[in-house]
């Protein structure tokens, strides 16, 4: 029973509380950063002279939206770089390389990124297009995706490329028909030349931490799981990064960090993983998850599908993607993960990523037992119908994506036809999970796609992109597999709050942290279409507001 005044009061609106036993209600009281009752007009009576009452004005409190995969701090960088991630068009993408490039003349590297593959032929940009806007300093642009980049002459040149250099083992150099490299790398063919950027400081690394996290606040956003903390590119191992963020009292999400598997290592490193989780702890932040990237993405051809890819008319090819790591060695790892108490964070884009994943872990589940791990796969792309039912029978959670699961042109013209049928029919299959009792949590994996929930709730739940994002709309995508709106919401709260472990939060009940966000409408009154139009106007941690529109 509460005695005291409460310091908080959440009225004139609705609330979501993601709680089975009260879905909604329509008042909220916090006192010392947990809610202390949730109901309705009684809630009145715990208003005392100090209570701070927040009218909402019809609008709608949720609770903190929680990322289940996101890198804050290569967003934070990409924004403060030569950030294509706001335009669409081959000829917007050298205007804005251009002018970065002459207004920075003291870089030694043109970096940045976020261009789409859509935007060129066969999603492969090439370097004369970047050695006429900028000829004079290298250039390394990844795409959206980050699973290829953009480079010009220069870079090739620094980094030894030419009509000799071998395809790494997981990645392909694009070529011209000579042979020579044209300017695309995918997959591990970046890293021939992204080895060469300059090294981040620790001062820029910390100025992208916190200018991610008030984005990320700003959209609602009260924690996330960082998808890859370990040396990655030309950025440098972020843990410690977050711990003195942490414990100066700068970091004021929740966070937990996957720590990055080198797949070029074997088991040998899970000592060194096991030292960093007992390092890394802080406040609102640790370091207890393991992150393996199983395969590439489909629009690449390097997604590990069951069966070949088709080429452009209709016929299968020889390719049927890659498995990073060896499926056999995997389930090696993902065992011994698991015996000492990793959780494992396994991104799965094709049908046979997901399978050798779901393998792994339900060999780790008979080698070792059901423990409370919360094993997840993300992005799970294509999922093959045999193993829908897995995901609930293991205890894996999906981790989806939702923005990707609408027709756009990279789908329409670099994934369906090149996954042909049944395949195309097997995409972000959200509602088939659901409907099978597994798990679901959401995130954005940003900077690839807007980390703003409510678009990403907008396609769960509609299939289509908002219109803020579409330059046309398309018909739904595979409308079967959508979501209820209440399903979408609490997949980005409680089934976020489940996979980072944070078990009082992500529901608004008694006892739980206040970790909310003051919507301006009530999404659940109007219709569906309108999901994407909400703003969020307020975003508390704890109570404390780390927001305010």
Known sequence: MVTAAADQIFMGGRIFCADPIRRFATALAVSGGRIVAVGHDEIRDLAGPGTQVHELAEGLVVPGFIDAHVHPIQGGLERRQCDLS?????????????????????????????????????GTPTREDLDRVCADRPVFLPNRDHHGAWVNSMALELAGLDSTTPDPGDGRIERAPDGSPSGTLHEGAMHLV????PVTTPAETRIALLEAQAYLHSLGITGWQDAILGEYANIPDTCDIYLAAAQAGELT???????????????????????????YQGPNFTASSVKIMQDGVAENFTAAMLEPYLDGSGSRTGNSGLSFVDPKALCQYV??????????????????????????????RTSNGPYDLRHHL?????VHPYD???????????????LWAALEPQMVDLTLPFLGEPRSAWQYPFGGLLRS?????????????????????????NRELPPQEADRQYDAFLPEQALDLASAVTAYTAGSAYINHCDDAGVLAVGNVADLAVLDRDIFAAPSEEISLANVVATFVSGVQVYAK
């Open 388 to 402: 829908i039912g897995r995901f609930r029978q293991l205890g894996v959670s999906g981790n989806m994506q939702p």
């Open 86 to 122: 706001g335009l669409g068009t081959r000829q917007e993408y050298l205007d804005a390389v251009r002018a970065y490039s002459d207004t920075r003349p003291e870089l030694t590297w043109i970096t940045g990124g976020g261009w789409q593959m859509s935007a060129f032929p066969a």
């Open 437 to 461: 009792g597994a798990s679901l949590g959401a995130g954005s994996d940003w900077p690839v796609s807007s980390p703003n929930p409510l678009w990403g709730i907008h396609v769960a739940v």
């Open 335 to 364: 065992t011994e993960l698991d015996a000492a108490g990793f959780q494992v964070h396994v991104h799965a884009i094709g049908d046979r990523a997901v399978r050798e994943a779901l393998d792994a872990i339900e060999e780790a």
């Open 378 to 382: 993300a992005h799970i792309h294509v």
């Open 253 to 279: 999400a929740r966070v937990v960090g996957a720590l990055w598997w080198q797949r070029d290592r074997g088991a040998d490193q899970i000592d060194s993983l096991v030292e960093r989780r007992e390092r």
């Open 194 to 197: 992204d080895r060469l950027l």
